[in-house]
């Protein structure tokens, strides 16, 4: 738990003359979720908010963009993004957002997702959340070259979620392990 809204203390941690919690604030509006699926060469990451303004939201993305690191883990890093259904969907795949408008399944009705949540305690409604399928994930870890420690227990699934309580900011995580 930390006192105050989440914006405010990030302000407090990077120092007032930071623009990224800005950033962040115009980005994220209403449920947001990031989700990791699987992907070669490496895995894909979307996110799907709601913001107040979707323009500013993208104008705030590429604020963010610009930001980063142009050499190392961010070199080369593609971002899609595309509005739908007044849904700002962020993804570093195009497919990403090609599933996301298409009618197929969703990660809402995903039988892993679903057994996370609820083991997760997830409320119906949070102000965000992170979920990945790391019994999906390790392997591709693995040929990517990651040693994992000897003796890691099977793990499955993994979710953090957000929300706030009486004005202070709460985060929950979860990690599915057996």
């Given amino acids: 738990r930390a006192g105050g809204d989440g914006l405010s203390l990030l302000q407090k941690l990077l120092g007032s003359g930071s623009p990224l919690p800005k950033h962040l604030d115009t980005l994220l509006g209403g449920e947001t979720a990031l989700y990791v699926r699987a992907g070669l060469p490496i895995p894909e990451v979307t996110l799907v908010t709601e913001p107040a ?3 500013a939201a993208s104008q705030a993305l590429d604020g963010l963009l610009g930001a980063l690191p142009k050499s190392g883990l961010f070199s080369g890093l593609e971002v899609h993004r ?22 197929g399944s969703k990660l809402s009705s995903d039988p892993s997702f679903l057994e996370s949540k609820q083991q997760s305690g997830m409320p119906a409604e949070v102000s965000g959340f992170l979920y990945a399928n790391v019994k999906e994930a390790l392997p591709l870890l693995q040929l990517a070259g990651v040693k994992l420690p000897p003796g890691l227990p099977q793990l499955s699934t993994f979710a953090a ?10 985060v929950t995580a979860f990690l599915g392990v057996g």
């Avoid at 849904?87 to 408008?101: F, K, P």
């Fill in 53 to 55: 303004d979707a323009a």
């Fill in 161 to 170: 979620y957000g929300g706030t309580d009486g004005g202070d900011l709460t």
């Fill in 82 to 103: 595309a509005v739908v259904g007044g849904r700002l969907v962020v993804s570093t795949a195009q497919q990403g957002i090609d599933e996301y408008r298409s009618s």
